[in-house]
């Protein structure tokens, strides 16, 4: 029975990852058909979209199967619980590619919109956080998981920014209204795949530490104390 369930759980982890790959893949085809108007990228994004919602509907259902007939308990259960999580949070990624991707054919109409200068820089951050996550994840790297945390910081700070300059564009130039909304609109995407990115990050602190570490990040080293206590141990 034991045999079983660590292959059970081998089998959804290899899934995660799998799925981890794929939606990596989707944010930055999303990425560059906005910020590099490379709208070639778009169709396979959105086609994408049903692989991502068929992965994420059978590692639930491989999830729900091992509670019902394995009914783990501490770090097993919590390894169960991550997945459930990281899951959820991985479909949603998904199809705030596709929203992006969507923003990015609507802006493509306005050739002439000057895409604010923090916009590539925000998505290539909130991207590098999702690849982090990742890599926390796999190797149960809480550090890593809380760089993940503290770099959301940046991409709210860049989005604070884009919007402010959209505003200033829309302001001074009432046919730049309706690009800068749909411009607007893909920051908006771009900011909450960072938010899911960070949800990610928090779900692996708690897989290794069993420790619940939403709306307490304060308690937690920022990135540069993290690199400090790096430096320190080499």
């Known amino acids: ?3 079983h369930f660590h292959r059970d759980l081998d089998t959804i982890h290899r899934r995660l990852l799998a799925l981890f790959g794929k939606v990596e893949q989707m944010i930055d085809n999303a990425v560059r058909a906005l910020c590099e108007q490379k709208l070639e990228l778009a169709d396979d994004v959105l086609a ?3 692989e991502v919602d068929e992965a994420d509907v059978r590692i639930e259902e491989e999830c729900l199967k091992i509670l019902a007939l394995h009914q783990p308990v501490a770090s097993e259960l919590r390894r169960i619980a991550t997945v459930l999580k990281i899951n959820a949070d991985l479909e949603r990624i998904a199809d705030l590619a596709c929203n992006i991707v969507e923003r990015a054919q609507s802006l493509h109409r306005h050739a002439y919109f000057p895409i604010p200068d923090g916009l590539p820089e925000m998505a290539k951050t909130a991207t590098q956080m999702v690849q982090l996550a990742l890599d926390a994840f ?3 790297d809480t550090a890593l998981a809380k760089e993940v945390i503290a ?3 940046r991409v ?4 604070r920014s884009v919007i402010l300059e959209l505003r200033e564009l829309m302001q001074k130039e009432s046919s730049l209204v309706e690009p800068a909304l749909h411009c607007f609109s893909a920051a908006r995407h771009i900011e909450r795949i960072g938010d899911h990115a960070e949800n990610i990050a928090e779900d692996v602190v708690y897989l290794v530490d069993g420790d619940i570490v939403r709306h307490r990040h304060g308690e937690f080293l920022t990135k540069s104390e993290i690199t400090a206590d790096r430096d320190a141990e080499q």
């Open 151 to 153: 770099l959301d910081d």
């Open 138 to 140: 796999v190797h149960s």
């Open 1 to 3: 029975m034991l045999r």
């Open 48 to 50: 994408g979209d049903d």
């Open 156 to 159: 709210d700070e860049l989005n």
